[in-house]
């Protein structure tokens, strides 16, 4: 695992993961396999892309390991996306 990030824009982070023993497949198309979005209130995003037709693959959002909450979704390429609220302070 690994974290890039740019100490000028704290707000942006990139996450590096390898799983030990993967789950699925990874992608070997090029396609992404998984992105990750940060929002500031999950309930908010979760109903604003349910009005855009968007069905997520869980009915509530689950916790992180952070003390977060996160809920994942597949974009229009069969790409794993998740949207997570970071746990607050």
Known sequence: MAFLYLEEQPSMEIELIKDIEPIGKYNKSGIVNHLSFTVK???IA????????????????QPT??????ILFNGPNGELLQL???AKD
């Not at 109903?47 to 069905?55: A, R, S, T, W």
């Open 84 to 86: 997570v609220e970071r």
């Open 65 to 70: 390991l952070e003390c977060g909450r996160m």
């Open 41 to 43: 209130d999950i309930n």
């Open 46 to 61: 979760i109903n604003h892309y349910q009005n855009k037709g968007i069905e997520f693959l869980s009915p509530q959002p």
